[in-house]
């Protein structure tokens, strides 16, 4: 089966490639590079010229302001208490991917929005102080060869809640989270009540709705020029944008929740 979004991995990317990966960790302020910008990679051309178009809203707290407006009313499912004595990993991965998906999906969604000419006609781009990102260290992104069978298995089923039913995207947290098996049986658990009653789904589209507005806003500080790749960077990033990020922004916050790491 060939993969439709295949990704340069951190660690043999070499020479511009490794520059760009290293400014993004930087940036962004997390250990590792999202799978959007491991993707971006694989097309020649387009993650030069899709960082440059939106490093300045990071840099300049714009996705950041965004962020702490979107929070305020954010939707998010009622779960069962995940609290326990899991692995110190396990809210490490949690707090990486809830900062950098949600700051990923303001200034990717507004990446997307530029780029199809969707840029709101008004509105102010507000810049903001950066919110802190997590100083953690993540556990090794797994694969299917890297944990037991019912483990991978569980990843797969995990990543169907939220999305459309054969997701293209497989979430990078579940794989981070992989290591810890007896957490995603809790987490599996937990999140079938409200993939079964639609909260978790009604959730995730009211909260991709709120997002949208507010990245076209975003989209007016990002330079009108179109790329010669630019439905090809269009077509990937919004993938991502209204799936796989678009989905774990919702859940992320409501497993932290659920976990008692924060307050509703």
């Not at 760009?20 to 051309?45: E, K, M, N």
């Not at 953690?136 to 037991?148: F, G, I, M, R, T």
């Not at 019912?150 to 990843?155: E, G, K, L, N």
């Not at 500080?221 to 799936?243: C, G, K, M, T």
Request: glycine residues 6%; proline residues 8%; contains cysteine.
């Amino acid at each position: 089966m060939i993969d439709p979004f295949p990704a340069i991995a951190e660690a043999p990317a070499a020479g511009k490639t490794a520059e760009l990966f290293a400014d993004i960790r930087a940036t962004v302020g997390v250990r590792v590079v999202s799978l959007v910008w491991r993707h971006l990679a694989t097309v020649d051309g387009a993650l030069p010229w899709a960082w440059r178009a939106v490093k300045p809203l990071y840099l300049q707290g714009m996705a950041d302001r965004a962020v702490v407006d979107f929070r305020r009313d954010m939707a998010l499912p009622t779960l069962g208490s995940l609290a326990g004595p899991e692995p110190a990993s396990v809210d490490a991965v949690l707090a990486s991917y809830d900062h950098s998906n949600t700051v990923n999906l303001f200034a990717l969604g507004a990446l997307v929005a530029r780029l199809r000419g969707d840029a709101a006609p008004e509105g102010t781009v507000e810049q903001g102080p950066r919110l802190p990102a997590p100083d953690v260290d993540l556990p090794p992104l797994a694969s299917e060869v890297d944990v037991p069978t019912d483990a991978w298995q569980r990843v797969l089923r995990l990543n169907h809640f939220g999305d459309r039913p054969e997701p293209l995207i497989l979430a990078s947290m579940y794989r981070h989270l992989a290591h810890a098996p007896s957490f995603l049986q809790r987490l599996e658990a937990a999140l079938t009540p409200v993939q079964a009653d639609g909260s978790l789904e009604r959730a995730i589209l009211g909260n991709r709705r709120a997002a949208h507005q507010r990245a076209r806003v975003l989209a007016r500080a990002i330079p009108a020029d179109r790329p010669q790749l630019a439905e090809e960077i269009e077509a990937s990033v919004s993938a991502f944008v209204e799936h796989a990020i678009g989905k774990m922004v919702t859940i992320c916050r409501a497993v932290r929740v659920a976990r008692g790491n924060l307050s509703s």
